[in-house]
């Protein structure tokens, strides 16, 4: 873990792991994802980014793997996962966070939305356009600053 970039602030006390994957495409613009608008499903209506919680015994790079095949149908190998930060999200009941970069460029066409209600591709100059959930902001600003867009 420790590949990741940590994004303060960071907290050792968390109640679950959660993976997450940004995917870019040919204008080195990086995904986002509209979260259903239900009131069971965390920071409904929302933009944030391709996630789920990490398993028992399971790998966070498997489980970015897996989430990003069953939200996107997508199929990544490990190997194509690239460590980009960690976070905190304290937010509900308080998560760790890691965040990978897909190691290649995607077209929208490749993206089969099985979870939420849409999603895009924005570059930095998008970012206080979107409602996002704030744990994203944070990451996509790391990600901008560093990679630019």
Known sequence: MDAFHTVDP???DYK???????????YGRIS???RDD???????GKWGYFAGAVEPGETIVHAAVRE???ETGIVAL????????????????GAHHYVYMLDRVIKPSEI???????FAFIHQGQLDKFDLVPTTKRILSYYFAQYGG
């Open 10 to 12: 960071w907290q050792e």
């Open 32 to 34: 986002i994802h509209f």
């Open 78 to 93: 490990e190997s194509e996962m690239q460590p980009l930060a960690r976070v905190f999200s304290g937010t509900g009941e």
């Open 16 to 26: 679950f792991m959660a993976a997450a994957v940004l995917l870019k495409d040919r």
């Open 68 to 70: 990003l095949h069953e």
């Open 38 to 44: 239900f009131d069971h499903v965390f920071a409904h």
């Open 112 to 118: 089969a939305l099985n979870e939420g209600a849409g």
